[in-house]
């Protein structure tokens, strides 16, 4: 069943595409940076990025992209996303004159824009000469991929079935301007950020699903917001209360400012850092003759099987034959990548 959920968020019949050459800047290390090691000033960095799933990594661009590093700089990588991508891994070489073996650097970045620091690798994991696994034959499309339009050719409908809202280069933390943007998005498509081509429908999204560190800083924006000079939040403890406090805060739910619903917010424990899913499971009128947005439809379910014993060996089978049904993905949206 932890695989079934894999499959549900992530599965794929068609592999991940190969990012597009990332931006470089090598600038001057901001305060709290440490600045790379290792490279001589007028030494050239060359990078690479590769896209990762639950399943496998695709293979990298052929060749790469490269900066002139100055002492005391840092390096920052702008990644090209890629449909279906849940993360992505980053590659580096350096030298005077020309690429030499590239090694990894940073692995699972579910950053926009990831910083090169301190020590550049010397060996350890190259890029791989193939894509490693990002699909199956056996696969069917999971949530990532539908939502970004990255589906199996004849399974959906060629054009428009995708999210109502996508947007893969936010390039911040979780934030309540993030979230109430994809909210607009998705309700009327009065977003700017929203790249879908498919618009807002009236969306009203039950769930938000992001992961532990995303939850984490949502939370810590919305306690730091100001408004008028004062926190969002205060707390008055009174004296006969110190002994019961409890420390700590976090957002189980966040109010729609576009339909005034109120949406879970919901941890998963497999989810990459990066990515926020706004997901609609029922749809915002009636009569609609979809009873569920979401459903998995199996052939067969949950069967275990002993087979006879016909040798010294004995053999056992758990088998499950079925498919995730996106019905209406446009009321759903995807946020990210975020900011690690």
Known sequence: MAAEEHMLL????????????????????????????GLSSGNTIWVKVTATNFFGETTAQSSGANTTWSTGDVTDVYISPVAGAASYNIYVTYGSSSAGTYYLAAQSVGGHKYTLQGALPTGGTQVPSGDTGTNSTNDYDGIFNILTGHIRSGTYPSTGFKAGYINQTLGSTLTTAAVFDMFAGLYDNSSSLNTSDSGGFRADPAELIVEALDASNFASNILSQASGGQQAYQLRIDQDEVGSITAGAAISQIQNPMTRSLVSLLVHPYLQQGTALAMTYQLPMSFSNVSNAWEVTNVQDYISINWPVIDVTFRFSLLLYGALVAVAPQYSGRGGPLVQ
């Not at 019949?13 to 190969?18: D, F, G, H, Q, R």
Request: hydrophobic residues 20%; proline residues 7%; glycine residues 8%.
């Open 10 to 37: 992530q599965g794929t019949y068609t592999a991940l595409s190969t990012p597009s050459n990332p931006s470089l800047t090598a600038r001057t290390a901001d305060s709290g940076e440490t600045v790379q090691t």
